[in-house]
């Protein structure tokens, strides 16, 4: 008899791996910016840090709780972070704001440098 659970062996495996791939990109991105890189697993703790990696003040986590408002402050969150460690926009963008799951991990693991946050 077929038993239909929802999620197959494979596809729990494969969410597993996804999910593990982008905390150790956000955790090694935390951490080469000087930041607890255990930060990544707490819930809105991260998006505290990530804040302060992007140098935007800490009440901006409010911000992100208003729908609409949230994608304009993701945008602008991901750009600060990229050009914090010496990036462009494009890859602020693209690469972490629209595909984070690659991008973090290519700056925690790649040889991106973390310069701190841009002179306003």
């Known amino acids: 008899m077929y038993e239909d659970s929802g999620m197959s062996t494979g596809s729990l495996i494969f969410s597993l791996a996804f999910a593990l791939l982008v905390i150790a990109g956000m955790w090694a991105t935390f951490s ?37 408002v949230n994608f304009v402050i993701s945008i602008i969150v991901s750009l600060d972070v990229a050009k914090s460690f010496g990036k462009s926009g494009v890859f602020g963008f693209f690469g972490l704001w629209l595909f984070g799951f690659v991008g973090y991990p290519m700056l925690g693991f790649g040889s991106a440098q973390y310069r701190g946050p841009a002179a306003a």
Do not use: D, E, S
């Open 32 to 68: 080469k910016a000087g930041k607890p890189g255990w930060a990544a697993i707490i819930p809105f703790y991260n998006i505290y840090v990530w804040l302060k990696v992007a140098g935007r003040p800490g009440w901006w986590l409010i911000l992100l709780l208003i729908p609409i």
